[in-house]
Structure formats: structure tokens, C-alpha cells
């Protein structure tokens, strides 16, 4: 049995796939990297048939989503070990092997996170809390710029070391280290979840079974952020949101679901009223220009 399994879903992004798979080349483990392309129109999954024969490769004919398209992968996994990660990574010398041992060595861990650095290697913020609805109602809203700051301050672990191993709630998807054991006890990913939340709610899964969430910052791997969801931009931000409407539903019931959904349409409405009044004034100063 091989130690890792990679499984890196990719939309578009064929040039930034091609350096992540080549950063994978002196990894220090025995890998087996499965490509899952969903639905490309850039030539990605000739690339990686053509320069990257020993990957396997999934092609889809059309988006299938973050989720469904990384289950794909999992269930052909033959490692000990799944990694998630973005097309849009690329991983720092030995990082996945010092991951690897880090899991090997505490048996109650189901996922080890990297530190992930921006293209200049500036840190990209990367470990989490578990949301709540307050943070619900700032994070990534209108109100973020006055949100209390404890609230996005305990959401974003800010008081715990980011120079050393620390249990935390969950971690980012761009590069994700599961224990297969653990994802044969609580599944895969749930397909529900298109694009955003993903990730938090297996984290949510792994740890109400007892498992252990980790971030380890001695691992880098470096993320060119968004670079497949930028190319959808307006619907990105209504997959965020929605995501996070379902995700409170799943693990906080419909009131809580439904109280953030209503905020978050009014919170539009408001921005949109604001926006047509910012148009109009503009239009009639115009005018009498």
C-alpha cells in the first residue's frame, strides 16, 4: 500500500496544475496522484496524459463541484493517507512527508494541515474555530468592518501558537492531510456543499467522532489563491454564503439556518438599495454637469 494518495481536483487553471504536480516530484513518500478535471476547456487533462503519464486521471465533462469531484478521487485512493489539494498549490520541499509523519506518530489525528503561504510567502491564514452565528453574521458580510473583534478574532485562533503543533476546530481545504481510516468511519464528503464549507464540515465530522484536527506549521505549501473561483467571481460569493446557510442548517438546525439566510438576503437588498442610490446621485450630478 502506497503512503499518500494526492488527489487534486482542476478547473482551468492547466498551467498552475502542471507546478503543482512537479512539486510533488521529491515528496519523500510513495505517492499515487489522481487528477480529477472538472470539465476544463484549457487542454488540462491533455497535459497531465501527456507530461504526467503516471497520474491517474479522472475527466469530467462538466463541473461536478469541489466535493463530488475530490470523492471521485478518495474513492480510488489506495494510500494509508488522502491528500486534498488545489491545483493552485505547490508544496515546499518535504512538507508532505513531515505531515505524514506527524500522523504516524499520533494515531487519534485524522487531519494535519499545512502552513500555507501566499506567492511571496507572506502566511495565509489557514486554521479555524468552528463558526458561530455571530461570526456567521460578520465574516464576509457588510458588518465585517465593524464586527466586534473578539468574535472574528476567537473564529480565526488567533491566541494559539503558529510555531508549533495545535489541535484546532479545522483547516483549510487547499491542502488537507485525512487519515483514510478515519474517512472509512465517517465518509466522504458531502456533495451538498458545491464549492465553500466543504472542508469545515468533514473537520465538524472528524471531530465529533473523537478525532483530532491539527495544524502544522513546520509543513508550507504555497497557495496562488483562487485562482479556479476567481473565473466565476459573481458566483463565488453566493456559494460562500449559501454554503455556510447549509452548513448552519446541518449542524445548527433550521432556526439558526433560517435567521442567517434571512440576514444575509436583507444584507443584499441593503446593498443593492445603496448601490442604486449611489447610481442615481451620480446620474443627476451628471446631468447637471
Known amino acids: 500500500m502506497v503512503d499518500v494518495t494526492v488527489v487534486i481536483v482542476s478547473w482551468n487553471v492547466r498551467s498552475l496544475l502542471s507546478r503543482c504536480l512537479r512539486s510533488l516530484a521529491d515528496a519523500g513518500r510513495s505517492l499515487d496522484v489522481i487528477v480529477v478535471d472538472n470539465g476544463s476547456s484549457d487542454g488540462s487533462a491533455a497535459m497531465v496524459q501527456a507530461e504526467f503519464p503516471a497520474a491517474r486521471l479522472i475527466a469530467n465533462a462538466d463541473n461536478r463541484g469541489f466535493a463530488a469531484a475530490n470523492n471521485q478521487g478518495i474513492a480510488l485512493a489506495e494510500g494509508r493517507y488522502v491528500l486534498l489539494l488545489n491545483p493552485d498549490t505547490e508544496v515546499v520541499g518535504d512538507a508532505l512527508a513531515t505531515m505524514v509523519d506527524y500522523a504516524e506518530a499520533h494515531s487519534d489525528v485524522a487531519v494535519v494541515g499545512p502552513r500555507l503561504l501566499g506567492p511571496d510567502g507572506s502566511p495565509q491564514h489557514s486554521r479555524y474555530r468552528f463558526p458561530t452565528l455571530a461570526t456567521a453574521l460578520f465574516e464576509s458580510t457588510w458588518l465585517q468592518p465593524v464586527a466586534p473583534r473578539r468574535i472574528l478574532e476567537h ?89 455556510k446557510v447549509r452548513y448552519f442548517r446541518k449542524h445548527h438546525g433550521r432556526a439558526a439556518a433560517g435567521f442567517l439566510r434571512g440576514f444575509l438576503l436583507g444584507a443584499y437588498v441593503w446593498q443593492i438599495g445603496v448601490e442604486a442610490a449611489k447610481w442615481l446621485l451620480g446620474h443627476k450630478r451628471a446631468l447637471r454637469a
Open 155 to 243: 473564529y480565526h485562533a488567533l491566541d494559539l501558537t503558529d510555531d508549533r503543533p495545535v489541535d484546532v476546530d479545522w483547516v483549510r481545504g487547499a491542502a488537507l492531510l485525512a487519515r483514510r481510516q478515519a474517512v472509512e468511519q465517517i465518509g466522504l464528503l458531502d456533495e451538498r456543499f458545491f464549492m465553500y464549507s466543504e472542508e469545515l464540515d468533514w473537520c465538524r465530522r472528524f471531530r465529533d467522532a473523537g478525532w483530532r484536527v491539527v495544524y502544522f506549521p513546520a509543513a508550507q505549501v504555497v497557495h496562488y489563491e483562487g485562482k479556479s473561483s476567481e473565473q466565476v467571481a459573481p458566483a463565488r460569493h453566493i456559494y460562500f454564503q449559501t454554503s
